[in-house]
């Protein structure tokens, strides 16, 4: 898409209002020149371009490409696309159709990327709205601007009721299911109606168009697929309402978008007219948006999303972090996650696509896959998971869809029987296998498959059109009539106490914490529609949530044994290794995706508190000995004695840093008893850290590392030496044939030598020993562990002999904290 000539090309931004002949411009100009390439924002736009340069050059030397369909002739010259397909290939002439969508926040990181990088050899042209300007200025300072000015005029009729709109008028709604209850109404009013949606293949947009134009019917009803460029003649555009679901939440429309519709009216030097179809309320317009409009003031643009238009393909992590990846500062925003780097994300989290996924080559083939568009509105979950399906094949064998599969799933949909919307689903099931037989190595026969979905769609858009032209009744569309002008288009989303998700009364899922679920008969075909609406509109739950969840009680909280946080027994965020084992990060769970970065922050913010509070109360001694370990005016011996048991978890063995427990003061031993710490004869440890609750936590905080524990029985005392758990890690000492709880052989140990005198033999009271379940040779072997000698005789006598020489033992240092003077100190121990 770039010029490969060394002459920079000519650059000519062509900006103004709707009904300026842009677009006429722009196939003048390129039919002008030996080859060219114009990029539209709509399949049916570049259909409708394609048919008029056909008529001029002929069909030979045109092409016809968009991720649904491909004519290409051998000696194509002139290539009409959509953005997102538009051929990397030197031309004579490029334009970027509507490059003003680049804000928009589903798919402007695209036209932002061909604004910026797609050129033609001899001349570009970039076509916009006038709000378009000051992005043009920056990011392409050397282009030429050209504003034109509106052919005719565009007024403000008021607000008429739809038995009062007059002939030649559209009716603009914002969902399939308003356009239907439009159209129904006015079936019964005033005879019938065209429908025009972005949906609808080619075939059944022209036969539709056609109807209107040839005056068969006096009205028109379309989604805002009629602002992008397509030609009728409207003389009145009336709003069915003045919000849309864009993707991401319910909003009112901006004055450029109202104005992009309303300028559908008139036509060359025609005047027209437009208004909604109310006088109060969401759906009427204000008096400031009625003067912009007709004087064709908007707010300038300030920004466009970016995305890295070509990624980084070795590894899938590195995929990611370049469609991550910030632009650089000035007026390009990071897209927001669009739906192939969702889907690409869940699949990332697969090990089984990772372990398919290890060579650049394949990196690119599963982000094709997650490039499938969800032409059916399903939902993530939904289409994510019938894009790993369609991956695990691309990625096994010879890597193509099984023949089989294929034919059985579109010979499904071969059949126009059913209701409008039943059909208008399987046509947007078909234009998804019509976007898998365009890749050229998905198929084994992929051109054979290609015209096979074209018979297809072909067959339902037929059929779809005489649907439209037939009576439709529908009680979900006559319960949107009625809504009509209120707040048409948001259908009814219930939520009961136990999250069960309901619209118009249909149980479709469940709301599990902020995991949507659909139930397994809510994916029939007749029910798609509700399931997309649910997924829709559970926002507003999903914020609502979040809030409650940033505003609740500590008691609201829970961690699981696998470092899971939990609220409401709903997984919200995990633990993660940290800098210390004090100190975890925090992860917020994927589920929280859906909601937006500054309340996902609150959230991850509210958990970070939780978790640092119920640390200081439930492992307060492992955070202590992090600090005293980190501490720059500590001394050596006191880092390393507090880094040793912060690392342990609140436990480790005292031989290897006894150079360092005997180098500390008075002071120092008493600040480590504050923080909890025993100084044992063998051990240092923390005993809290040894009952129950608090072995619970140590081995969630090792397991964050990798450091799996088995689970001594609550309770325990004394292990058989075999037992899983009988070791020091566990918080057993091994001794004989047993393992011994480190705080009881402190117990024992302190016994002993409560009982000595001086060295004089002595015979220990057997009292605790038998108390704890020591058995006589375990007794034996930790009163020589702890110094002592046995003396021969009838009777057990001992003898203390001073402790065991220190061994030599490696210091791992804490980074900054631990100096090399007290390894060599421990090690010449």
Same mark, same amino acid.
């Given at each position: ?517 659909? *139930?397994? =008969? &809510? ?8 399931? @997309? $609406?649910? +997924?829709?509109?559970?926002?507003? #739950? %999903? ?102 048991? *912060?690392? =342990? &978890? ?8 006894? @150079? $360092?427990? +005997?180098?500390?003061?008075?002071? #120092? %031993? ?74 009881l052989v402190e117990r024992v140990a302190r016994a002993a030598h409560d009982a000595r005198k001086g060295r004089a033999p002595f ?67």
């Open positions: 898409m770039t010029s490969h000539s060394g002459i920079a090309p000519k650059v000519t931004a062509v900006l103004g209002p709707t009904n300026t002949g842009k677009t006429h411009l722009a196939v003048e100009r390129m039919c002008g020149h030996s080859s060219g390439t114009i990029g539209f924002p709509l399949r049916l736009l570049a259909r409708e371009v394609y048919d008029r340069v056909v008529a001029i050059k002929g069909a030979k030397l045109v092409a016809l490409v968009t991720g649904e369909e491909k004519i290409v002739p051998p000696d194509a010259r002139y290539f009409l696309c959509t953005a997102e397909s538009m051929p990397d290939r030197e031309v004579g002439f490029l334009a970027l159709d509507e490059a003003q969508l680049g804000a928009d926040t589903e798919r402007g990181h695209v036209f932002t990327d061909r604004l910026l990088r797609a050129r033609g050899r001899d001349e570009t042209m970039i076509l916009g709205s006038a709000a378009l300007k000051p992005m043009v200025r920056a990011l392409v300072p050397d282009a030429e601007i050209v504003e034109r000015p509106r052919f005719s005029t565009l007024t403000y009729a008021g607000a008429k009721k739809i038995s009062r709109l007059p002939k030649r008028s559209a009716i603009v709604a914002f969902s399939a299911e308003e356009v239907y209850a439009v159209a129904e109404m006015l079936r019964r009013l005033r005879g019938g109606a065209a429908v025009v949606m972005g949906a609808l293949s080619p075939r059944t947009r022209n036969a539709q168009v056609a109807m209107f134009q040839a005056g068969e019917v006096d009205y028109l009803v379309a989604t805002d697929a009629i602002g992008m460029g397509l030609n009728m003649d409207v003389a009145h555009v009336a709003f069915a309402g003045l919000s849309k679901f864009d993707g991401r939440r319910q909003r009112r429309l901006t004055v450029a978008e109202m104005a992009q519709i309303a300028g559908r009216a008139g036509r060359h030097q025609r005047d027209g007219t437009f208004g909604a179809l109310v006088e109060e309320g969401p759906g009427a317009f204000l008096p400031e948006e009625v003067l912009a409009i007709e004087e064709h003031r908007f707010p300038r643009l300030d920004h466009l999303y970016w995305r890295d238009g070509e990624p980084d393909m070795t590894s899938i992590d590195a995929l990611v972090a370049s469609l991550e990846r910030p632009p650089e500062p000035g007026v390009l925003r990071a897209a927001p996650p669009a739906i192939d780097l969702s889907v690409l994300k869940r699949l990332a989290d697969e090990p089984w696509v990772r372990d398919r996924v290890r060579r650049p080559a394949m990196v690119a083939r599963l982000w094709a896959a997650c490039g499938i568009p969800d032409f059916g509105k399903a939902g993530i979950d939904p289409h994510a998971r019938f894009v790993a399906r369609v991956f695990g094949y691309l990625s096994e064998g010879h890597g193509h869809l099984p023949h089989q599969w294929f034919a059985d799933e579109i010979a499904r949909l071969d059949t126009i029987a059913g209701d409008v919307e039943t059909i208008a689903g399987r046509v947007a099931q078909v234009r998804t296998w019509a976007y898998i037989a365009q890749r050229a190595d998905w198929l084994a026969d992929p051109a054979h498959w290609a015209e096979r979905t074209r018979e297809i769609e072909e067959r339902l858009s037929d059929g779809l059109h005489a649907s439209l032209t037939q009576r439709f009744v529908d009680k979900r569309t006559t319960a949107l009539i009625r809504r009509i002008g209120a707040d048409a288009g948001v259908l009814p989303v219930t939520i009961g106490a136990e999250g069960e998700v309901l619209v118009e009364e249909h149980a479709i899922g469940r709301l599990d914490g902020f995991r949507f679920t659909a *139930e397994p =008969g &809510a994916r029939a075909a007749d029910m798609r529609m509700l399931l @997309a $609406a649910a +997924e829709k509109r559970l926002a507003g #739950e %999903r914020a609502r949530r979040a809030a409650a969840l940033v505003a609740c009680e500590d008691a609201a909280l829970s961690v699981d044994a696998a470092g899971a946080i939990l609220w409401q027994g709903h997984a919200v965020a995990k633990l993660a290794a940290g800098r210390s084992l004090a100190s975890p990060r925090i992860v917020v769970h994927r589920d929280l995706d859906c909601l937006d970065k500054p309340v996902r922050e609150g959230v991850a913010a509210r958990v970070t508190r939780w978790i640092g509070a119920t640390l200081a109360r439930k492992a307060g001694g492992l955070v202590r000995l992090a600090e005293m370990a980190r501490d720059p005016a500590a001394t050596s011996a006191l880092r390393v004695v507090a880094q040793a048991v *912060e690392a =342990g &978890a609140g436990l480790t063995a005292r031989l290897p840093i006894r @150079a $360092a427990v +005997e180098a500390l003061s008075p002071e #120092e %031993r008493r600040q480590l008893r504050s923080a909890g710490l025993t100084i044992g004869a063998l051990d240092v440890f923390d005993a809290r850290l040894l009952k129950p609750e608090g072995a619970g936590w140590r081995r969630m905080l090792l397991g964050l590392r990798g450091e799996q524990l088995p689970q001594a029985p609550d309770g325990a005392t004394v292990l058989p030496r075999d037992a899983p758990a009988a070791m020091l890690a566990a918080g057993f000492r091994p001794l004989g044939c047993q393992a011994v709880r480190v705080d015979a220990p009271d057997p009292a605790l020993a038998l108390s704890i379940g020591l058995e006589p040779a375990t007794l034996e072997r930790l009163m020589v562990e702890l110094g002592f000698k046995e003396l021969p005789g009838d009777m057990p006598r001992w003898v203390w002999r001073g402790r065991p020489p220190a061994r030599a033992v490696t210091v791992t240092p804490v980074p900054g904290n631990a100096f090399a003077e007290l390894a060599e100190m421990v090690r010449g121990a």
